[in-house]
Nanobody
Framework: QVQLVESGGRSVQAGGSLRLSCVASERAFTDNAMGWFRQAPGKERDFVAVIGSLGGYTYYADSVKGRFTISRDNAKNTVYLQMNNLKPEDTAVYYC??????????????WGQGTQVTVSS
């Protein structure tokens, strides 16, 4: 069973930082690349960042490169997203999922509830 539980989102001012966490079930996490996606109001869900199954590979959307850092703790089935220098355009609901590295799309159709990040100017 695929279970994904995101947390850590809240309201912050521009320039601030947040750290998101996602705890995944064994099936979702083990041996899979994991990533973060986000969905702003009225927009589609977009890819943000991905990390390989052993943590040695990372890739970021251009919009967050240099500001966001993805990491994972395989002992805890948890993936993190450290977000620095936040901008109002980062406002969205953030989701995690396993990721297909071929084209950075989610592996599973199931999603968690997401965590809301709101950045005010």
């Amino acid at each position: 069973q695929v279970q994904l539980v995101e947390s850590g989102g809240r309201s912050v001012q521009a320039g601030g930082s947040l750290r998101l966490s996602c705890v995944a079930s064994e099936r979702a996490f083990t041996d899979n690349a994991m990533g973060w996606f986000r969905q702003a109001p009225g927009k589609e869900r977009d890819f943000v960042a991905v990390i390989g199954s052993l943590g040695g590979y990372t890739y970021y959307a251009d919009s967050v490169k240099g500001r966001f850092t993805i990491s994972r703790d395989n002992a805890k089935n948890t993936v993190y997203l450290q977000m620095n220098n936040l901008k109002p355009e980062d406002t969205a609901v953030y989701y995690c999922n396993a990721v297909l590295l071929s084209d950075y799309v989610p592996l599973f159709d199931s999603w968690g509830q997401g965590t809301q990040v709101t950045v005010s100017s």
